[in-house]
């Protein structure tokens, strides 16, 4: 099962936002709301922020929010700040378990 | 608190074997699908395996099949991987991660272990 397609990196300043795409098929992405999307800061383990496609798990900011159009989902990040600098994942369990290759995103 | 720990990674030769562990605590371990998650320095997330609630199922991502296997312990609340034949393209550090308690199809990774790192040189 092919990976699905992340730009890889991305950039914005403090204050503004940023939208990651995840593009998979119908059979993955296109299914449902079945993307999760994950945030690992160097040397760190992942985060989960979104799930579902839309869902926030308890404790992470509002600022992150996630949508789907067609095969392809995003996450967009709101009101920008330092801390934000990290490499952002997406994944999807249909089928078998695929991530994309992950986008790095920078805060100038 | 869900609390994730592995172990058993270091430094194997080309052709040998280690086996990961992780250990669970906080939740009952018990009712979750788990998988092995790793990452090559440098690259991305790549998924490895995972392990139904009462291990009689088990699936694989197609470049370890046949050398890595997964298993669990639920009374010990330990997780598994043992890997044999390794590579030098296994390296990478292993993440133990709790799949959601939904369906398979809808889930995700909802708690993940610090990580252990494998090299294989």
């Known amino acids: 099962q092919s990976a699905l397609t992340q730009p890889a990196s991305v950039s914005g300043s403090p204050g503004q936002s940023i939208t990651i795409s995840c593009t998979g098929t119908?059979?993955?992405?296109?299914?449902?709301?079945?993307v999760s999307w994950y945030q690992q800061h160097p040397g760190k383990a992942p985060k989960l922020l979104i799930f579902e496609g839309t869902k926030r798990p308890s404790g992470v900011s509002d600022r992150f929010s996630g949508s789907k159009s067609g095969n392809t989902a995003s996450l967009t990040v709101s009101g920008l700040q330092a801390e934000d600098e990290a490499d952002y994942y997406c994944c999807s369990f249909a089928g078998r378990v695929v991530f994309g290759g992950g986008t790095k995103l920078t805060v100038l | 608190e869900v609390q994730l720990v592995e172990s058993g990674g270091g430094l194997v030769q080309p052709g040998g074997s280690l086996r990961l562990s992780c250990a669970a605590s906080g939740f009952t371990f018990s009712n979750y699908w788990m998988s092995w998650v790793r990452q090559a320095p440098g690259k991305g997330l790549e998924w490895v395996a995972n392990?139904?609630?009462?291990?009689?199922?088990?699936y694989y991502v197609d470049s370890v099949k046949g050398r890595f296997t997964m298993s669990r312990d639920n009374t010990k609340k330990l997780l598994f991987l043992q890997m044999n034949s390794l590579r030098a393209e296994d390296t990478a550090v292993y993440y133990c991660a709790r799949e959601a308690e939904v369906p398979p199809a809808l889930s995700y990774f909802d708690y993940w272990g610090q990580g252990a790192l494998v090299t294989v040189s």
């Open positions: 392990i139904k609630q009462d291990g009689s199922e088990k």
């Open positions: 119908s059979s993955d992405v296109g299914s449902y709301n079945l």
